[in-house]
């Protein structure tokens, strides 16, 4: 199989389940190319927090970076028009890798600067690829281009708040303290 097709030469491409071409800029195609953008960027983070150990209790990050890039592949396949969809389970794990990841930091009190290691700037970059993602995904549903169920839309807004807490969780396992802005 070739790595290409040449049947988006001209700036269209088709989603499944549907033999009509649409145009690459479409709010669809955005929507999906957004999502790929995350899922790339995650592999980076992926890799790192591999090469780190980083851990989050018993479990290595990197494996839950895995399963967070494989749920990013279903909300793709619902985007395009499959019958896939992220489940209310899938929300309710993001939400308690948050708490326990909360239940080792310290309180928030206000934002912070971006910063301090590495892999906290690259889960917080991360987190602004997946706030895009989300709002491209809401833009697809709200224009009625395709119906997104509520629970892929709730897994979105918490990936950007689970990629945050990574990001705060990175800095404090190395003891960089976070730096919140002046405001001035």
């Avoid at 090469?51 to 890039?69: A, C, P, T, W, Y």
Wanted: hydrophobic share 40%; with cysteine; glycine share 6%.
């Amino acid at each position: 199989m070739a790595l290409y097709t040449k049947k988006g030469d001209d700036g269209t491409t088709t989603v499944f389940g549907c033999n009509q071409r649409m145009s690459k800029s479409s709010a669809i195609a955005e929507a999906l190319g957004t999502l790929d953008e995350v899922n790339s960027y995650l592999g980076m983070c992926k890799v790192l927090a591999s090469e780190e150990g980083f851990m989050l209790n018993d479990r290595k990050v990197s494996n839950i970076v895995h399963e967070l890039q494989d749920d990013l592949f279903t909300a793709q396949a619902e985007l395009a028009g499959a019958d896939k969809k992220l489940t209310k389970e899938k929300v309710e794990w993001l939400e308690d890798i948050i708490a326990r990841i909360e239940e080792q930091l310290p309180p928030i009190n206000s934002f912070f600067i971006a910063g301090g290691t590495e892999l906290a700037c690259r889960f917080d970059f991360a987190r602004t690829l997946a706030r895009r993602a989300e709002r491209r995904v809401v833009a697809v549903n709200d224009e009625g281009l395709q119906d997104i169920c509520k629970h892929t839309l709730a897994y979105l807004n918490r990936l950007s708040s689970v990629l945050y807490a990574f990001a705060r969780f990175a800095n404090c396992k190395k003891g960089v303290k976070e730096s919140s802005p002046d405001y001035k």
